[in-house]
């Protein structure tokens, strides 16, 4: 019997474990290799949300100007930390040149071509784990809570979204489940439809790792340096490190601009009991505030840090998010936990999928930014077709790493 082909995947959050499970569907032998820090990874500290209504690329123009009101100062959530200027400033011009209207319009095409496949993959791999109940395709709420935030909202439902997406105004049962939910009264508030949510992040990643296992895949805990990814200990490797994937791909002679976007949330088990179960993710979108409840409590995000994946946590930050949630009318109290992470974000905002220039044998696929939850089961398919030399069902062009160079 043919010796199966051997491969090493880099990273253990969901685009690496997804990536790992698709190359063991078609037969290969696979080990994945995370260092398990001490804080979990943006695939388990996430809201949850199966973002598919996201084509529009964050690096645009409006996003720029809009950039004075969304300041942490002013109290938005997007904050520049001084002490990071040499990560951020040269990103941020990378941004710049990627928020032409015509780069914008590429972008948007390419992240609707992936995004108008990433519920059908996501079914696949929850039923191929044997757990369909992982994904709920229940759609997600925007609430308003000023009259001008709603009549700004209301005049965007009717304008196209993505292919298979709608919106309209949030039902009756959703007015009253929102009620139950918040204390203060809400202006209005619009229902998604043709988006969807995980059960809970924490569960999703544990039951993909199980079924790895399962499958006769092996774990191993340690960092792979770029030492280690010049041996040729495989016969293929997938660099799938979140944030810290740029090392990896700069030893490998690919410039990389990649950066940690920093998000924190806080979570209660307590806050839950009151939250009312059928309502699915809901954005405040004046707070710029994420909250879902998942299997394991209320858990409520928010912030984009541009900063060093290391950089200590900004404690602020989450008596920011105790004080929205407190004005709510959920009050978070003393069983509450607290987490900050990285999004793995390219200045473009596309992630980064393909097979080396450098060296044919490795695989990358990182960069998801805001969308890596809901990216990780397709991004996993599109590995193992390149993997096997099978044509990816998505132009994968616009997410070659080369972009960079
Ligand atoms: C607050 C917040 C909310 C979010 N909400 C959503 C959402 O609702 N929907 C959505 O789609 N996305 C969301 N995201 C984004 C999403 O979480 C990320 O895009 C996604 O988790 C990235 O997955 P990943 O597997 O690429 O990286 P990660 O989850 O970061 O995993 C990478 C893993 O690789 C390991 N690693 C790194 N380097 C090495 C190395 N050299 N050797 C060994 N191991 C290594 C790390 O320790 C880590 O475990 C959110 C992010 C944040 C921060």
């Given amino acids: 019997m043919a010796k199966r082909k051997t491969v090493l995947v880099i990273g253990g959050g969901v685009v690496g474990l997804c990536a790992a499970l698709s190359l063991q569907d078609r037969g290969f032998d696979a080990t994945l290799v995370d260092d398990a820090p001490e804080r979990p990874p943006a695939s388990w500290g996430n809201v949850g949300h199966i973002a598919t209504e996201q084509v529009a690329p964050l690096a645009s123009w409006a996003m720029v100007f809009d950039m004075p009101r969304r300041l942490m100062t002013v109290g938005g959530p997007v904050s ?135 499958a006769g895949g092996r774990v191993e805990r340690g960092v792979v340096d770029a030492a280690r990814l010049g041996r040729r200990e495989s016969d293929l490797v997938v660099i799938a490190a979140g944030a810290r994937s740029g090392a990896l791909m700069r030893a490998l002679g690919h410039p990389t601009p990649i ?25 405040f979108e004046e707070r710029a505030l994420v909250v879902s409840r998942f299997a394991s409590g209320l858990r409520a995000t928010s912030f984009v840090e541009f900063t060093r994946h290391d950089a200590p946590p900004d404690p602020r930050k989450w008596a920011r998010l105790h004080a929205h949630m407190a004005a709510l009318g959920a009050a978070f109290g003393a069983d509450t936990t607290t987490w900050h992470g990285s999004r793995p974000t390219l200045p473009d905002y596309l992630p980064a999928i393909g097979v080396s220039s450098k060296d044919p044998r490795v695989i990358y696929a990182f960069g998801h930014q805001h969308l890596g939850l809901t990216l990780g089961p397709l991004s996993g398919e599109i590995v193992a077709d390149l993997a096997t030399g099978e044509r990816p069902a998505v132009d994968l062009s616009p997410f070659a790493v080369e972009r960079f160079a």
């Fill in 80 to 214: 520049f930390p001084p002490t990071a200027i040499g990560t951020w400033l040269p990103f941020g011009l990378r941004l710049l040149a990627a928020a032409s209207p015509r780069r914008f319009d590429q972008g948007k095409a390419a992240l609707a071509d992936l995004l108008g496949q990433a519920l059908p993959a996501w079914r696949r791999r929850a039923a191929r784990v044997g757990a369909p109940d992982l994904l709920k395709e229940t759609g997600h709420l925007v609430a308003w809570e000023s009259e001008a935030a709603a009549a700004r909202g209301r005049r965007e439902m009717s304008t196209a979204v993505a292919d298979g997406v709608t919106r309209g105004e949030a039902s009756a049962a959703d007015t009253e489940a929102l009620r139950r939910a918040v204390a203060r009264p809400l202006a209005g508030a619009m229902r998604y439809a043709g988006t969807g949510s995980v059960s809970d992040p924490g569960a999703a990643l544990s039951t993909l790792h199980l079924a790895f296992v399962a």
């Fill in 259 to 283: 950066v940690a976007e920093r998000g924190y949330h806080i979570q209660s088990a307590a806050a839950a009991r009151d939250w009312p179960e059928e309502l699915p993710p809901v954005v």
